[in-house]
């Protein structure tokens, strides 16, 4: 159910991701789709706490990325109890999304938040014929109806720059994938958890659509 109203979204800064093109991103969003949201950039527990919604950057390792959370006193608490017990809506992006598994394998074995049953693992090359890392626009196919691609043709494009996948068994949770020398997941959504592998603040168009879905959802 979309609905108009003020809204906090914060994006969390712990020294990882474009923020600056990510905050840009969803101001373009809201002004597209007239809402008077109030896009934050912080690392600040208490006002992650009160916001309606936050976005969860990444750029670089798995681990690097993880522990770059965990530097910032109460910041993992904050998220869980954010996701977990308020189950209020949450958008990884990138590495972001990634940390949204239990466990992580970049350069060596790091857990994740566990919200997501899966693993991150090097993108399949047994061949040595890909180019990584997976650098530029690809198509995205639907696995399912969702309702943050309302708007979206199937098979649109989407930027990306990742050398490492999101593995889930967890079917109902993959929303779309892309083909890179194998099908990637490159979408998951649970409940009030959503996050791309691809970078929607960098998808011009596509990605403009995809966030202000975002900023209209209601879980």
Known sequence: ????????????????????SAAKALEAAANNINSDSKIIVTSDPAIIKESKKIIL??????????????????????????????????????????LFAKIGYESQETKGFGWINGSVRKIN???KTLKLPHM????????KDFTLFSGLENKSHMYFVHSYELITTQK?????????????IVAVAKENIFGTQFHPEKSQKNGLIILENFLKWEV
């Open 136 to 143: 530029g626009w690809n198509q995205i196919e639907f696995k």
């Open 57 to 98: 950057p990444g750029q670089g390792s798995f681990r690097d990325c993880y522990l770059g959370v965990k530097k910032i006193p109460g910041l993992e608490d904050t998220l869980n109890e954010f996701v977990l017990v308020k189950k209020k809506p949450i958008f990884g992006i990138c590495v972001g999304m990634q």
């Open 172 to 184: 109902d949770c993959i929303v779309a994938t892309t083909n890179y020398g194998n099908s990637i």
């Open 1 to 20: 159910m979309f609905y108009k109203l003020k809204m906090s979204i914060t994006v969390i800064d712990y020294g990882s991701g474009n923020l600056k």
């Open 125 to 127: 090359n047994i061949n």
